[in-house]
T-cell receptor
Framework: RKEVEQDPGPFNVPEGATVAFNCTYS??????FFWYRQDCRKEPKLLMS???SGNEDGRFTAQLNRASQYISLLIRDSKLSDSATYLC???????????FGAGTTVTVRA | DVKVTQSSRYLVKRTGEKVFLECVQD?????MFWYRQDPGLGLRLIYF???????EKGDIPEGYSVSREKKERFSLILESASTNQTSMYLC???????????FGSGTRLTVV
């Protein structure tokens, strides 16, 4: 079983729509959680960290559910520039490295 | 602007060649990582290093080795390139105690 699993999508949404997707993680010792964004043929870049209480960054809202071992990302008022692959990333307590999901592709159309 | 620089953007090598992928960071980060990224599989960790001359195997180290002689430089070596090592290779670094990775722009390696 993969450590981090995501629905690959693609999620095709019109501009202005809300889109949400989840990822699940298998290791209950996971401590830190992130969403990275990766544009086509570019490197991943940190979008936001995910905190236990949930957090917002502008139009982006991240939630963590430790009991069910999933995190979610919601994008409100989608823009064309939000088209990207969103990587769910997890860190296990005491570990140097991050574990990446395969990504969820979002395409926002005009 | 802080950076992780990978020496080549695109590389084509022949089967059996020894291949060197170089990564340099200018942020004085302790941790450095090599990942490969393949469609549907996501990023998989090959090797990482948390200090000069220190290295740890990741999830898929077979067929690879690494070298970290200086803090800023982390090299990935394919001892004898094979076609199944055709992939996008991403280097990343992070400071000690942080999960904040900075990635290089990647090297797309094709082995023919």
């Amino acid at each position: 079983r993969k450590e981090v699993e995501q629905d690959p999508g693609p999620f095709n949404v019109p501009e202005g729509a809300t889109v949400a997707f989840n990822c699940t993680y298998s290791n209950s010792a996971s401590q830190s959680f992130f969403w990275y964004r990766q544009d086509c043929r570019k490197e991943p870049k940190l979008l936001m960290s995910v905190y236990s209480s949930g957090n917002e960054d502008g139009r982006f809202t991240a939630q963590l559910n430790r009991a069910s071992q999933y995190i979610s990302l919601l994008i409100r008022d989608s823009k064309l520039s939000d088209s990207a692959t969103y990587l769910c990333v997890v860190n296990i307590f005491g570990d140097y490295k991050l574990s990446f999901g395969a990504g969820t592709t979002v395409t926002v159309r005009a | 602007d802080v950076k992780v620089t990978q020496s080549s953007r695109y590389l084509v090598k022949r089967t059996g060649e020894k291949v060197f992928l170089e990564c340099v960071q200018d942020m004085d980060h302790e941790n450095m990582f090599w990942y490969r990224q393949d469609p549907g599989l996501g990023l998989r960790l090959i090797y990482f290093s948390y200090d000069v001359k220190m290295k740890e195997k990741g999830d898929i180290p077979e067929g690879y080795s690494v070298s970290r002689e200086k803090k800023e430089r982390f090299s990935l070596i394919l001892e004898s390139a094979s076609t199944n090592q055709t992939s996008m290779y991403l280097c990343a670094s992070s400071p000690l105690g942080s999960n904040g990775y900075t990635f290089g722009s990647g090297t797309r390696l094709t082995v023919v």
